[in-house]
């Protein structure tokens, strides 16, 4: 089943647009989604799903490849052999980048 | 020398977004201090200004805006079309200078608290500079786009750079102001750590707990909001028939280089002498004082010294009032919402009071606007203070006109 329904809802619950406003072959970015709001975007869509979507694509646009992508992931998750307490992280792994900060020594002026 | 006038006013705050409606209640005394955060182990007031975010933002448009930068674009938008029709106006000939002191509280505090995961654009919704970029990227400034965070003296420095800007030529149209918006829980814990804050023993007690140069006063209370002034050359804004509420005749900047946070009479002193100076006026020319008074325990005396010693055998002519009292402190926001308020007073010719000031310290005496509604029919000339934690003092010098 295609998760669109569920992307329009979710469009509307959180923008305020109707499913009518927004087709889903559109350009997003043309119906005033910049580069920031689909971020944000994509991140209440994993919340939704409790999935992770691959980072892949810069050049997604619509709905309609957004609806295929979440489809493809809810897949590959569904095929998964179900191991106990395997559940999808909610938090993703961060990569934290150490930076050492080096102890203080002796004034050096 | 090129005059810099005020031609436009703007205004989100703890009294309502209508300048003229703001005043009126500064005027009757109305204080909008009130309690927050009944959860916090000590109790805490505040002063939050209503605002309804989706006048001036639909709900895409808000992914990463912070409160803060919120009422700075609705304040910025309000001073601009208060400013009427701005004629034939090149974009990279207009600045934006806003002063913020901590940028986007409820963004960070969300990021720390809210939730499982970060919200994707935490940083480029508490970056200090937010505001400014906000109101830029609304009315399509190309000039300098600025932000001044210099504590509690931020947008009363970002005004004074702005009429610095205009009286040299580099812009012809300035948006000067600023905005704060931190009443979260952490930072209203941060500031009671801090011991500035009014003790507020019972709820009912929160709206007179404010109470500058006062015997009785224990600090302030935090305020949120955001204040904007339209500024360009009187030669401009005459050519433009456009009305002026005052002149900006005169600004001065100071660092005390003392301490960090404890006030210092002759750094304030420094600031006040260098705006008489570049306005061309003494101090009894100056009929009114929008004080910085925050009713600290230590600030108020310094500052009432620091006038004292500007303006020797005139002290007593010097009318001198808080309006922290009513609105709170705007830190950040501060200067410039009292300075839209001191603009107000020579434009109307009326004085905010002093509230709750029913015993004055002795060590704080000065002519002090004690009663609500005072008139001055011969006011001519207005200073607004602002001193901050770091040393930085800002005084501006407004004049009919």
């Known amino acids: 089943m295609s998760s669109l329904q569920a992307l329009q809802d979710l469009v509307h619950e959180k923008y305020g647009i109707e499913a009518s406003a927004l087709d889903p072959n559109e350009s997003m970015r043309e119906k005033g989604f910049d580069s920031l709001a689909l971020v944000e975007f994509i991140f209440a869509v994993e919340d939704h799903f409790s999935i992770r979507l691959p980072d892949d694509d810069p050049n997604l646009d619509t709905l309609a490849q957004l609806a295929a992508l979440v489809d493809k992931t809810l897949a590959a998750k569904a095929a998964q052999p179900a191991k106990a307490g395997d559940a999808v992280p909610v938090v993703p792994p961060v990569e934290i980048q150490q930076t050492v900060h080096p102890a203080p020594s002796a004034p050096s002026a | 020398?090129?005059?810099?006038?005020?031609?436009?006013?703007?205004?989100?705050?703890?009294?309502?977004?209508?300048?003229?409606?703001?005043?009126?209640?500064?005027?009757?005394?109305?204080?909008?201090?009130?309690?927050?955060?009944?959860?916090?182990?000590?109790?805490?007031a505040a002063a939050t200004a209503p605002f309804n975010e989706l006048r001036w933002f639909t709900k895409l448009q808000l992914a990463g805006v912070d409160r803060v930068s919120q009422l700075a674009v609705a304040a910025a938008s309000l001073a601009m079309k208060d400013a009427g029709d701005l004629g034939d106006v090149d974009p990279e000939r207009i600045g934006v200078f806003a002063g913020c002191g901590m940028g986007?509280?409820?963004?960070?505090?969300?990021?720390?608290?809210?939730?499982?995961?970060?919200?994707?654009?935490?940083?480029?919704?508490?970056?200090?500079?937010?505001?400014?970029?906000?109101?830029?990227?609304?009315?399509?400034?190309?000039?300098?786009?600025?932000?001044?965070?210099?504590?509690?003296?931020s947008s009363s420095v970002a005004i004074a750079e702005a009429a610095k800007a205009v009286q040299a030529g580099d812009v012809d149209l300035a948006i000067a102001g600023g905005s704060e918006a931190l009443i979260v829980p952490g930072v209203v814990l941060a500031w009671q750590a801090m011991q500035t804050l009014a003790s507020v023993a019972a709820p009912d007690e929160a709206a007179r707990s404010v109470r500058p140069f006062a015997a009785d006063r224990s600090g302030f209370a935090l305020g949120e909001g955001a204040g904007f002034l339209i500024l360009e050359s009187a030669e401009r804004a005459r050519r433009r028939g456009a009305r002026s509420y005052a002149a900006l005749s005169g600004w001065g900047l100071s660092c005390d280089a003392t301490h960090l946070t404890k006030p210092d009479a002759p750094g304030q002193a420094r600031a006040l002498r260098a705006a008489l100076r570049?306005?061309?006026?003494?101090?009894?020319d100056i009929g009114y004082c929008n004080a910085h008074g925050t009713a600290t325990r230590i600030g108020d005396p310094v500052e009432r010294e620091a006038l004292a010693s500007v303006w020797g055998d005139a002290i007593g002519e010097l009318r001198v009032s808080s309006t922290k009292a009513l609105h709170g402190h705007l830190l950040g926001a501060a200067g410039a919402l009292e300075a839209v308020i001191t603009v107000l007073a020579l434009h109307h010719r009326q004085m905010p009071p002093n509230a709750h000031c029913e015993s004055v310290d002795p060590a704080c005496q000065m002519n002090l606007v004690l009663q609500a509604g005072e008139?001055?029919?011969?006011?001519?000339?207005?200073?607004?203070?602002?001193?901050?934690?770091?040393?930085?003092n800002s005084v501006l010098l407004f004049q009919r006109g």
């Not at chain 2, 009294?15 to 703001?22: I, K, L, Q, R, T």
């Not at chain 2, 570049?278 to 009894?284: D, F, H, M, S, V």
């Open chain 2, 1 to 44: 020398m090129n005059g810099v006038v005020v031609t436009g006013l703007g205004v989100v705050t703890p009294h309502g977004d209508d300048p003229e409606a703001m005043f009126a209640a500064l005027m009757r005394g109305e204080s909008a201090i009130k309690p927050v955060f009944p959860e916090l182990p000590k109790p805490a």
């Open chain 2, 104 to 153: 986007g509280a409820a963004s960070l505090e969300t990021a720390y608290r809210g939730g499982p995961r970060v919200p994707p654009l935490t940083v480029p919704a508490f970056m200090p500079n937010a505001p400014a970029s906000h109101v830029a990227l609304r009315h399509g400034v190309n000039g300098p786009v600025l932000t001044y965070s210099v504590a509690c003296a």
């Open chain 2, 278 to 284: 570049r306005a061309g006026l003494q101090p009894r």
């Open chain 2, 375 to 392: 008139r001055a029919g011969a006011l001519e000339a207005a200073i607004s203070n602002s001193f901050a934690f770091g040393g930085t």
